[in-house]
């Protein structure tokens, strides 16, 4: 793929140096600028275009017609109609930056951006069949509007539609209050009780007789209303004062005063006030649904669960939409269409089982390292560390949500008004700050950054709900100071008013000591070497990748370092019996027992998923969260006692146990502690089962025990 990066100046109104920005820019096939790209500029872009027969334009333009002006190039040229990228160098940038910093950042973004154009995921969709079919509960007008394009009915839910001044001649009245709503899209059961069954004529016997509360359209009888003869009146005996329940099926439920049962809505099912965006919603669904494909899962590497024991809860914990389920308590599935896209359950994911396509771990990774090395393909620097230009080099995770088009408004009101400025944090969009996680924390400061902010909605978060990073704020912060860096982290939400959030911003900024890290010399892998096969960019890997890096510049204040939820420490008690169990169930391998007795654990490929202390039969094991330095190899110079040479140093003993050997065979079988409690329980039962024997049956391995009842059998 050819690769050109081009610059505009718009018109002398956006501060940034050119001639700087062409110098700081790399790894493009050519970089060109002009004063004015989307008027006198078009005829040379194309000329560059055909000249260096580019595939691909990275594009300063934060102005929708001035992107719409190089689509049509796009289309002139007969490129791909996404073959424009665009980088905001003007609101996001050069308005509220000095010039020297706009300049220095602008470059800098063009980078990441091309950076992250190698790793862009190739298209995906998942899809799912539906009707028409909707439900809406309680509100006439809403059903009535969309009656013209669904088949509509409108569940009462107590209500009385006798006298609405609204047109239901095309709608389904449905009797019944609203008990429960199962499914999901394209199969949601509503579960309705009512007192009316649909032996009713509407004869409306029970309406003029009955309390006020009954309701004439439909008849419904609430659940406070008085038994009494009124109720002999029914001439098809369709009362049933003690509640009947009955079920209808739909594709989608629109439920405005229902309380959403996850925080961010799920797909096909509407909560809350409806607007004229909540029709056009369900109108788009109408018939079935096509998306993007948002996850990558490997489900292999899952630590859900194994053996009816439950393992890891991260994603089911995590998401908002409802779009990871339980159908046993060893296993998750992920239904792919209730997707959001939010990330929420990839960052939780410590293994790697589940993982966004775009931006993915890596393409992340890629923009991020773009984003710190400001040494051009001269092997210059355009603005050196301390002089001009950045000087605090911040990550900024960025929601492309409603948090960049705050950051666009304040660009804009900059402007107007030079009192709005702000540090030039080096911006790295994600969905969703759901998406930003340990692993991508450490790894910007493993490639230098002084800093990171996680730039979100806040109470305005479409998905998390408010304050939705301070857990994941407070557990980086704990474990950068445990590093002897500390605390560089934090979460900024972008409000109504800009004051706020640069005083907030400038004030971490400036409270930032100089990284001991050196930006530009750390490319991520996402793998720990040696391991086993695992998807790179996991959590955990990823993770543990970025704090070796950063040990090798820092002296760590502990030697346990805090606040890293994916990593384990075993503690083992007296109680084991050397039973399998947790070397059965561990799904990374990090749970080893020796033939000797003895119980090894693997701190460096431990996720602390939970499942070997669920699933211990004697209640033996206890985990500790937290990384433990003296536990990785690479701390130690040779194994452990009780370890043997060939695993290495990664391995340590946590359990020094006692294997019984076969007195016919020597072959060892059991742990000491486990002959002894089947001997209590069921010692008695086969109490002289071998009596020519001089040694007891527990004291011979299965398949000797085995011959020795056949031979007793056969005497």
């Not at 006298?163 to 709503?181: F, K, P, Q, S, T």
């Not at 355009?382 to 088009?405: K, M, Q």
């Not at 930006?519 to 892998?525: D, R, Y």
């Amino acid at each position: 793929m050819n690769v050109g990066a081009f610059v505009c100046g718009c018109g002398g109104t956006c501060s940034v140096d050119l001639e700087g920005v062409r110098e700081g820019v790399r790894d493009v096939d050519v970089v060109a600028s002009s004063e004015l790209l989307c008027e006198g500029g078009l005829d040379g872009v194309e000329h560059v275009i055909d000249e260096y027969d580019l595939d691909q334009l990275i594009v300063t333009a934060p102005d929708d017609r001035c992107q719409e002006t190089f689509r049509k190039v796009l289309d002139r040229k007969g490129l791909h109609p996404k073959a424009a990228a665009f980088v905001d160098h003007r609101e996001r940038n050069a308005w509220v930056h000095d010039d020297a910093a706009a300049t220095d950042k602008t470059a800098r973004l063009l980078n990441a951006t091309h950076a992250g154009l190698q790793e862009e995921a190739v298209s995906r969709t998942v899809s799912r069949e539906a009707s028409d079919e909707v439900a809406v509960v309680g509100d006439a007008e809403a059903a009535a509007a969309l009656a013209d394009s669904a088949d509509v009915t409108l569940v009462a839910d107590g209500k009385e539609f006798e006298n609405a001044d609204i047109d239901l001649e095309a709608v389904d009245i449905a009797r019944g209050e609203v008990v429960g709503v199962d499914g999901s899209f394209g199969e949601f059961e509503l579960t309705l009780e009512s007192r009316v069954t649909d032996a009713c004529i509407d004869c409306m016997e029970c309406v003029r007789e009955g309390p006020d509360s009954v309701t004439a359209r439909p008849v419904q009888i609430p659940a406070d209303a008085p038994d009494g003869g009124w109720t002999d009146l029914c001439p098809t005996d369709a009362i049933e004062m003690e509640g009947t329940t009955r079920r209808i099926v739909v594709d989608q439920v629109v439920y405005p005063d229902a309380d959403s049962d996850t925080r961010g809505g799920r797909v096909g099912y509407y909560t809350g006030p409806v607007d004229a965006a909540t029709i056009a919603a369900v109108e788009t669904h109408l018939g079935g649904i096509e998306k993007p494909a948002f996850l990558n899962l490997e489900m292999d590497v899952c630590a859900a669960g194994e053996s009816s024991q439950q393992g890891c809860t991260a994603c089911t914990d995590a998401c908002p939409h409802d779009a990871v389920q339980r159908p046993t308590i060893d296993s998750v599935e992920f239904d792919e269409v209730a997707c959001q896209n939010c990330g929420a359950c990839t960052s939780a994911c410590p293994t790697g089982a589940t993982k966004l396509r775009d931006p993915s771990n890596r393409r992340i990774a890629r923009e991020v390292e773009a984003l710190l090395t400001a040494e051009n393909d001269d092997g210059g620097w355009l603005f050196a560390r301390g002089t001009d230009g950045i000087e605090r080099p911040v990550v900024a995770f960025v929601c492309s949500e409603r948090a960049a088009d705050r950051l666009r408004e304040y660009g804009r009101q900059a402007a107007l008004d030079e009192g709005v400025s702000y540090p030039p944090v080096l911006p790295a969009e994600v969905n969703c700050t759901d998406t930003v996680g340990e692993a991508h924390a450490l790894h910007a400061l493993a490639a230098g950054a002084d800093g990171v902010a996680v730039v979100g909605c806040g109470d305005s978060c479409l998905h998390s709900g408010p304050d939705p990073k301070a857990e994941l704020v407070e557990r980086l912060n704990r474990a950068c100071s445990d590093l002897g860096l500390g605390e560089r982290v934090t979460f900024l939400a972008p409000g109504a008013n800009p004051e706020t959030f640069c005083a907030e911003l400038e004030s971490f900024v400036d409270g930032l000591d100089e990284s001991p890290v050196p930006t530009g010399e750390h490319e991520a892998t996402g793998t720990i070497d040696g391991d086993i096969d695992r998807p790179s960019f996991a959590s955990h890997a990823w993770t543990l990748e970025s704090v070796r890096v950063l040990l090798e510049h820092v002296d760590p204040d502990r030697e346990i370092v805090r606040g890293l939820k994916d990593f384990g420490r075993m503690e083992v008690s007296d109680a084991c019996n050397l039973t399998p169990t947790c070397t059965n169930l561990c799904p990374t391998d990090a749970i080893q027992r020796t033939d000797g007795g003895d119980l090894l654990f693997n701190h460096e490929r431990c996720v602390n998923c939970g499942l070997c202390e669920e699933g211990c039969p004697e209640t033996a094991i206890t985990m500790q969260e937290g990384l433990e330095l003296s536990l990785l190899p690479e701390n130690r110079e040779e194994p452990t006692d009780g370890v043997p040479e060939e695993l290495g140093t990664a391995w340590t003993r946590v359990y020094d146990g006692e294997m019984q050997e076969c007195v016919r065979c020597g072959k060892p079988f059991a742990s000491a502690g486990t002959i002894e409690t089947v001997r209590g329980e069921v010692g008695d039962a086969v109490e002289g089962i071998a009596p020519d024997s001089p040694h007891s049956v527990f004291e011979y391995c299965g398949d000797c025990r085995t011959h020795l009842l056949f031979e007793r059998g056969e005497n």
